[in-house]
């Protein structure tokens, strides 16, 4: 069989969804720059400007760069930069399982070996946008010099293409470019255009190009949300390997959600008119709506069912779905608590129809989600996604939210600490010791030797951004009886107990 290939492409038409033919695909400008070969931007951004491209919408192919030595870009270039993302999962309750291959990628350089050609590519007439995921810890400050080969930073590999290209059409204002960092931190692209400027300074470049960058270029805000496992395995890959009619070492899997929002103007939407595909891309002023969404019922309800779920014996997300009582939890603890209670402006039914995409997510049967990993800084998250959520249903309701009590309940109970190894505590479920992933484990060791357990722990300010628990009338009480239920009758019980 022979490798996934501009020519093996050519000959298998049906793959392109035959809106357009492979020549045109695979001749388009080269219109962004990307920083980063991760999977997250293969399957996501580069997904949908590869559908975008073939509906004739955007008509720009992408130049990315490889930054970290780990690796080669041989597998790329072997393949013509193409490769096939596998999507596989439910979407309104309907299995899903398609191959696309994406024709987005023009070139794969390295920054190392191949700056060069980098800078030149700064220099294009056809460059518009800049696409980024370098991890969280990408966008950082580090004061370098900027002129003495290859920067070691992403800031300070963007800046020397910015300076590059500003040099070359001498102060265009209209060479400006529209900069989307999808890295997951929060105002991604205000933190980016801070640490541009501020290195600007650092390198005393030009005043004039210190007010180009900080005028004539747009950085934008974004916020991404796609689960990529990789390159499919196990008995899934022996699946996939039969589907196709060549082969890609470049193939990886992704679900069929995909969400990327970008704060931005209608010059911008303009600019990036790939979101007119419906693919999951969106440009808007504000993008908290999106925020919420995702923070609240997608990220909330997983904080406030994994420890009920993990104590109960399931091991993955896609488990606990098919379980009829576990689903019946989640979806009232969603629709009947949560949804009612985000702390910003949205419509019942925006609410609903994303709670909706949250389920089916959840219940993807391709997707291995371990509820272990999910109780990672199971406190912070708890401050973060769940605290405003508590006190916004009492606010409105003047009850205490017993589907989040128990949840609340579950995560007290997961947090005792039973033993100690190499500075690490460990709790216990039936005999077997689980990991504590939470800088608060220590903590919690002090507090469990206290009385009044629930009430030390709710009142723990340090651990709620500020907040008194106690304070919320009736929830000391409802997670102290729930607790009770967990330590004498087990998680099964109390769930079952809560839903009838």
């Not at 501009?6 to 920083?35: C, D, H, I, M, Y």
């Not at 931190?185 to 210190?210: P, Q, V, Y």
């Not at 579950?410 to 010791?433: C, H, N, Q, S």
Request: proline content about 3%; glycine content about 8%; aromatic content about 10%.
């Amino acid at each position: 069989m022979e490798k996934l290939s501009g020519k093996t492409l050519s000959e298998n038409l049906a793959w392109v969804a035959g809106q357009r033919s492979p020549g045109e695909l695979l001749n388009l400008p080269e219109k962004v720059l990307q920083f980063g070969t991760g999977v997250l931007l293969r399957a996501l951004p580069d997904f949908i400007i590869d559908q975008a491209n073939k509906a004739g919408i955007f008509n720009g192919r992408i130049v990315v760069v490889k930054s970290t030595g780990q690796g080669g870009t041989d597998a790329f270039a072997g393949q013509d930069n193409l490769y096939t993302v596998c999507v596989r999962g439910i979407t309104a309750g309907r299995l899903v399982q398609e191959n696309v291959i994406n024709t987005s990628v023009s070139r794969v350089l390295t920054a190392s070996a191949q700056w060069a050609e980098i800078l030149e590519f700064a220099a294009s007439e056809t460059l518009e946008v800049v696409i980024s995921n370098t991890t969280e810890v990408g966008i950082v400050p580090v004061e370098e010099n900027i002129h003495a080969g290859v920067p070691a930073s992403f800031p300070g590999k963007l800046l020397a293409v910015l300076y590059r290209r500003y040099q070359h059409f001498q102060g265009d204002e209209s060479r400006g470019l529209v900069i989307i960092p999808t890295e997951l931190i929060s105002d991604n692209g205000d933190k980016l255009r801070k640490i541009l400027l501020d290195l600007a300074r650092f390198n005393t470049l030009e005043e004039g190009f210190r007010a180009w960058l900080e005028n004539h270029n747009t950085f934008c805000n974004s916020l991404v949300d796609r689960i990529v496992p990789g390159a499919p395995k196990g008995d899934l890959a022996g699946e996939i390997r039969k589907e196709l009619p060549y082969e890609d070492s470049l193939c990886i899997m992704s679900e069929p959600y995909a969400l990327w929002a970008i704060s931005g103007d209608e010059k911008v939407a303009e600019k990036l008119s790939f979101v007119r595909v419906k693919a999951g891309a969106f440009v808007e002023p504000d993008i908290t709506r999106f925020k919420e969404l995702k923070l609240r019922l997608l990220n909330g309800t997983h904080t406030l069912t994994c420890g009920l779920a993990y104590l109960a014996g399931f091991s993955t997300v896609k488990e606990a779905m098919s379980d009829g009582d576990f689903f019946t939890f989640l979806n009232e603890l969603m629709f009947k608590e949560i949804v009612s209670s985000i702390p910003y402006a949205l419509s019942k039914e925006e609410s609903e129809a994303f709670g909706r995409e949250v389920i089916d997510r959840f219940k993807n049967p391709f997707i291995e989600h371990f509820w272990i990993n999910i109780t990672l800084n199971y406190t912070q998250k708890i401050e973060m996604r769940v605290v405003s959520l508590l006190q916004e249903y009492y606010r409105k309701n003047q009850a205490v939210p017993k589907y989040m009590a128990a949840g609340l309940a579950a995560y007290i109970r997961f947090m005792k600490p039973v033993t100690e190894k190499e500075g690490k505590w460990y709790g216990e479920l039936d005999g077997t010791a689980y990991l504590l992933q939470d800088q608060q484990a220590a903590v919690f060791k002090s507090i469990y030797e206290e009385k009044s357990l629930v009430g030390s722990i709710l009142g723990h300010t340090d651990f709620w951004g500020g907040a008194d628990l106690r304070q919320i009338p009736g929830l000391e009480e409802a997670v102290t009886e729930d607790l009770e239920t967990l330590n004498s009758r087990g998680s099964r019980y109390l769930i079952r107990q809560v839903i009838h």
